[in-house]
């Protein structure tokens, strides 16, 4: 069997005929199988939705009770039988409850690793490199540029930062599902203990992190009110990057802006949206992790996904490994 015949791509997704399931579809399908709860690839609407238990836990807190017709929820390693393929869940070391999702039909074996990271982070299970006919992998930093440093590193400007402007409220932008909760953790096991405050948009998801067994030490919600400006002096304040573009930001105590993100290693950016520090601190993997990864899984053909798709095919064929760019649309940079 050609991989072609078992998983393509669509205008809706990744699409398997055989076991009539697309994975991580842009638009309401029959049954979707999902990676994780990141908006760009888990989206509302789908008749049945096949994912690990925390994903479904984190769609529903996202979108609703009713964010699909029917769930159902896959343990990790444990094989499921989708009319004759056979499909099983591993951890992709992005977020929480992240997966690749391995497909297998008469011996062809297909991994969609959906996103993923390398590095240690105790917030969610690590990656785990499959054997496989045909990786699929995303290309997020897929350019030679892309070298992220160590993330303890970066959490150490924003401590140092601390020590220099005492009287300044660090208002750290990262996205609520993931970021965020990681960089809560950086923090603290970094040495920092005192009160974290976050906006309420993350509220509800860093409550669920805890009762999965994350711990963030003490979080408050970073309410203003005009008879306590000073209680956020010298403070760490975490909430959404869209936060930091009305108001709420303002109100702060001589509001220093950091934001943790790979693109933050992308000067321009940093620069472009107001960010006085930039935490260089990405749940993707960078060009070394990536090129080690496929050494490492020796698949025989690999397929690049949204991202810089071009320079890793190159390096692939460089390498003797059959590669093709996939080209799939709707996928973004939330998790990054």
Sequence with gaps: MKPEALLHPTPAGLFCPIGRFYVDPVRPVERALITHGHSDHA??????????????????????????????????????????????????????????????????????????????????APFEP???????????????????????????????????????????????????????????????????????????????????????????????????????????VVGPPSAFQDRWARRFNEPLIAFASGWMMVRQRAKQGGVELPLVISDHCDWPELLDTISEIGPSEVWVTHGREEALVRWCELKGIPARPLHLVGYEDEGD
């Design 43 to 124: 989206r509302s609407g789908h008749a049945k939705v096949l994912a690990t238990r925390q994903t479904l836990d984190v769609m529903r807190i996202r979108y609703g009770e009713d964010f699909c017709g029917e769930e159902q929820a896959a343990a990790w390693g444990e094989v499921i039988d989708l009319d004759g393929v056979k499909v099983s869940f591993h951890p992709a070391g992005h977020v929480i409850g992240s997966a690749q999702i391995a497909i297998e039909k008469d011996g062809l074996k297909i991994v969609v690793s959906g996103d993923y990271k390398r590095g240690i982070d105790p917030t969610c």
């Design 130 to 236: 499959l054997s496989c006919d045909v990786f699929i992998t995303e290309a997020t930093f897929g350019l030679p540029v892309f070298h992220h440093p160590d993330p303890k590193g970066e959490i150490g400007k924003l401590l140092t930062s601390l020590k220099q402007f005492p009287e300044r409220s660090h208002l750290i932008g990262a996205y609520a599902l993931g970021k965020a909760q990681r960089v809560i953790r950086l923090i603290r096991d970094c040495g920092y203990d005192q009160p974290i405050y976050i906006h309420g948009a993350l509220a509800k998801l860093c409550d669920y992190y805890v009762g999965q067994g994350v711990e963030l030490g003490d979080i408050r919600p970073a309410t203003i009110e005009k008879s306590t400006p000073d209680l956020f002096k010298g403070a760490v």
